[in-house]
């Protein structure tokens, strides 16, 4: 089983050419699975873990419903944002400046084949990391993602999820408000859960910027640690 994890960040990209790349790295893991057990043989199959920060942009996964977004794309391009129907679970979800936004594409034979406990494992992640800033965050139950207040009426989302699997190999992932414009959500119903509020962890700290690379290197040592991997920095593909 290959446990090496080769990490890449993409920086300020655009969603469409990030989505592309991440079909193409999830192609060519699904391929080599096809090849070994076509012929016999034991190719090792690679693993990424993408980070990005996607300019203004909605998301609908397949079994989402577009009455969640409450204004037309006419209005999203006066707002500088886009709109694209993806292959992911889940419902609508926003992307933009201020969010880290991370892509794992990992063969799952090579740590477990259990999606549920590879989703727990992102939802743990981000809940450790926040931990660090003092933040109780948490699961809300039948409700994928992570939370603070679960359970009162000031419960509100802090990172979304929705993923992708064919033959144990994901693609899509999380997406965690750092420092981001809540004003967007304001344009959608956040993963199609009503009267549930949304946050960010600038907000939560009162401050109005978080050194948003300490974040992804503390999500990084927490997503090592789950799932027993081994960080490799490699160079930005696309």
Same mark, same amino acid.
Request: hydrophobic residues 40%; negative net charge.
């Given at each position: ?11 300020? /990209? ?12 999830? *192609?060519?893991?699904?391929?080599? /699975? ?8 034991? $190719? ?7 980070? =990005?920060?996607?300019?203004? =942009?909605?998301?609908?996964? /397949? ?15 006066? *707002? ?18 201020? @969010?880290?936004? !991370?892509? %794992? ?17 992102? +939802? #743990? ?12 965050? #948490?699961?809300? @139950? !039948? ?13 509100? *989302?802090? &990172? ?29 119903? %956040? &993963? ?5 509020? $949304? ?9 109005? +910027?978080?050194? $948003?690379?300490? =974040?992804?290197? *503390? ?20």
């Amino acid at each position: 089983m290959n446990k090496i994890v080769a990490v890449q960040d993409l920086g300020y /990209k655009d969603y469409k050419e990030t989505w592309d790349y991440q079909e193409a790295l999830f *192609k060519d893991v699904v391929d080599t /699975k096809v090849r070994n057990r076509r012929e016999d043989t034991n $190719v090792e199959t690679p693993n990424h873990f993408l980070y =990005v920060e996607h300019p203004h =942009v909605y998301t609908l996964g /397949k079994s989402g419903d577009i009455d969640n977004l409450l204004v037309d794309e006419k209005v999203l391009a006066t *707002k500088g944002a886009t709109f694209y129907k993806i292959n992911r679970g889940g419902d609508i979800t926003y992307h933009g400046p201020g @969010q880290i936004v !991370g892509y %794992p594409i990992l063969d799952l034979d090579n740590f477990f084949t259990d999606i549920h406990k590879y989703l727990r494992f992102l +939802e #743990e992640m981000v809940i450790l990391t926040l931990a660090e800033y003092g933040i109780k965050a #948490e699961r809300s @139950q !039948g409700e994928t993602g992570v939370w603070l207040d679960v359970g009162t009426p000031f419960a509100r *989302k802090i &990172c979304a999820m929705g993923i992708r699997a064919s033959r144990w190999v994901t693609m899509h992932g999380f997406a965690l408000n750092v420092n981001a414009d809540l004003g967007y959500f304001d344009m959608m119903i %956040p &993963c199609g859960i009503k009267g549930k509020a $949304v946050t960010s962890l600038n907000v939560e700290l009162g401050k109005k +910027e978080v050194d $948003v690379e300490e =974040v992804k290197a *503390k999500l990084l040592k927490h997503f090592a640690a789950l799932f027993e991997a081994e960080l490799v920095r490699t160079q930005v593909g696309v």
